[in-house]
């Protein structure tokens, strides 16, 4: 069965620190694995995904990801943290293979950013 | 692209009312749209998966007659909560999965709709 980790319900940076949002994943075949955003009352916006291509994948807004397979990670990181990043954010795995495609979402990790 | 609108934001019914959420995908047609419940500070729940002609597939545990789906074309999905009661206030979020390249796929979620049942 696919899970997904996000080991901190709460990350808190200063502006222009870098960020790291950790995520662990379990699948049983090659997953396919996406970082979202969420703002307050808001949608959900696709920040990045991995689908066997090249491990490390850039997003939108500055922000990276690296597949780690070895350590079945997929940690989200940005160089230097702008005020407009605090939101929540939630690590995604799916397995075209099993359960039909459906997404599974991680608990989810509030960004706060502090000036 | 990949845009997907969600109609109203926000509603406000009374107890026992039916009300209606719609999906649509601007700018794609998604042959498979999802369903989703968020409490707060919580993360998203899938309640059921929408198939453009075709029944719904719903989650254990999510009755399919008070959560009626349809999906009547390509682009649009409605979720119909019937008989609404206070504890189905929620904020309800739908995607539509775009398929690339085999089985490669990505969804795209619309902005949510606040629903306060008093």
């Known amino acids: 069965a696919q899970s997904v980790t996000q080991l901190d319900s709460h990350v808190s940076v200063s502006e222009g620190t870098p960020v790291l949002l950790r995520c662990n994943y379990s699948?049983?075949?090659?997953?396919?694995l996406f970082w979202y955003v969420q703002h307050p009352n808001k949608g959900l916006q696709l920040l990045l995904k991995?689908?066997?291509?090249?491990?490390l994948v850039k997003g939108i807004n500055g922000f990276e990801a690296e597949f780690k397979k070895s350590e079945t990670s997929f940690h989200l990181t940005k160089p230097s943290a702008h005020m407009s990043d605090a939101a929540e954010y939630f690590c995604?795995?799916?397995?075209?293979?099993?359960?039909?495609?459906?997404?599974?979402f991680g608990q989810g990790t509030e960004l706060s950013v502090k000036p | 692209g990949a845009v997907v609108s969600q109609h109203p934001s926000r509603v406000i019914c009374k107890s026992g009312t039916s009300v209606k959420i719609e999906c649509r995908s601007l700018?794609?047609?998604?042959?498979?749209m999802f369903w989703y419940r968020q409490f707060p500070k919580q993360s998203l729940m899938l309640m059921a998966t929408?198939?453009?002609?075709?029944?719904?597939?719903?989650e254990q545990g999510v009755e399919k007659d008070k959560f009626l789906i349809n999906h009547a074309s390509l682009t649009l999905s409605t979720l119909t909560v019937t008989s609404a009661h206070p504890e189905d206030s929620s904020f309800y979020i739908c995607?539509?999965?775009?398929?690339?390249?085999?089985?490669?796929?990505?969804?795209?979620f619309g902005p949510g709709t606040r629903l306060l049942v008093l």
């Open positions: 995607s539509a999965r775009i398929l690339a390249g085999g089985w490669q796929e990505t969804q795209y």
């Open positions: 699948s049983s075949y090659s997953p396919s």
């Open positions: 991995y689908t066997s291509a090249a491990t």
């Open positions: 995604v795995v799916s397995d075209p293979y099993n359960q039909g495609g459906k997404l599974i």
């Open positions: 700018d794609f047609q998604a042959t498979t």
């Open positions: 929408s198939n453009e002609g075709s029944k719904a597939t719903y």
